[in-house]
């Protein structure tokens, strides 16, 4: 059976957060990993409230180093020393971040009693037996990441067929997930009859970025599409001056990338009396479109 990816928006605000929203920040978790994606302040209140442990965190993804993004982690950082944090944490992200992060965290005045290890990374950076990590570099004015997150796909062993042709499991199984047949018993069986394609999943997450070509490629057939929607169509001309994307680039992108579900964050206060009218302008393109709130949580 396999595992499912949990999502869970600690942070869904854009530069200024709200009473309702905080800074950016996501948490991933998919068996024993926990990655969260950015870490904007306040992250580790949000843990707080929404009953996690941040003693769980296996990773940390930073898509940039604007201050709503990462003004979380001396705070966050703190909190791990003082519960005994006792992994090594790694840190990802853009090129130039290891002397930033360095720096603005001052990890001797920490004083933290477990290991930081910062990598700047691109393309694919991770890979583990079940799945990998990958970056694509976006357009904001910095060096700034993408991030998809993806589950590989598995041939698995069908056992409710080996038990109706009574098939004892064995050594041969491994023959059977390399797609040999096999003899069993004297009687020849194929592979084929015996296993399926257990399909992967994948999880894009596009945050501050202008509108580039580049996006379509890196998020195609993400089983859940997390964008950033600082701006709506109404307010284009602003959303290029910053370097955002509007909700309705963000239609646009799921539909042509045929992603399954598209999910809004990164929301500005202009919006929070309108999230409506911000939905709808990401749904006349692509109607699976929702808005994440702080402490949305899905699952795939």
């Given at each position: ?11 869904t605000?854009a ?9 950016s ?6 068996k ?11 992250t ?8 996690l ?5 296996t ?17 966050l ?8 944090y ?16 360095e ?5 001797e005045?920490?004083?933290?009693d477990?290991?930081?290890?910062i990598?700047?990374?691109y393309?694919?950076?991770?890979e ?8 694509e570099?976006?357009?904001?004015g ?8 993806v ?13 109706k042709?009574k098939?004892?499991e ?11 047949d096999i003899?069993?018993e ?22 501050d ?13 993400a ?12 307010n ?5 001056e ?13 539909k042509g990338a ?8 990164h929301?500005?206060?202009r ?25 949305s949580?899905f699952?795939?």
């Open positions: 059976m396999a595992s499912n990816v949990r999502i869970n928006f600690l942070g605000s530069q200024i957060p709200t009473a309702k929203r905080n800074h920040a996501i948490l991933l978790n998919y024993d990993e926990n990655i969260l994606v950015d870490c904007g302040e306040g580790q209140r949000q843990f707080r409230k929404a009953k442990n941040p003693c769980r965190i990773k940390i993804l930073i898509t940039h180093i604007h201050g709503d993004h990462i003004f979380g982690l001396p705070g950082i703190s909190t791990l020393n003082f519960s005994g006792n992994k090594e944490l790694h840190i990802y992200g853009p090129k130039g971040l290891k002397k930033i992060i720096e603005f965290l001052d990890l005045h920490l004083k933290n477990f290991k930081i290890k990598q700047e990374v393309g694919k950076f991770y583990s037996e079940d799945f990998y990590i990958e970056a570099s976006m357009e904001h910095i060096p700034t990441n993408a991030y998809n997150f589950i590989k796909s598995k041939i698995r062993i069908d056992k409710a067929k080996l038990k042709y098939i004892k064995g050594p041969f199984l491994k023959d059977l997930k390399q797609g040999k003899v069993y004297g009687k020849k069986y194929k592979a084929k009859d015996l296993v399926y394609n257990e399909v992967g999943k994948k999880v894009s997450i596009v945050l970025t202008l509108f580039n070509s580049k996006i379509k490629k890196f998020v195609e057939n089983d859940i599409l997390i964008c950033d929607s600082s701006f709506s169509s109404e284009n001309a602003d959303a290029k910053h370097l955002h994307l509007t909700a309705k680039q963000d239609g646009e992108i799921a045929k992603v399954g579900k598209l999910i809004l964050t929301i500005s206060q919006y929070e009396n309108n999230l409506k009218g911000l939905l709808n302008d990401a749904k006349t393109v692509f109607k699976n479109t929702v808005i994440a709130e702080d402490f949580e699952e795939i």
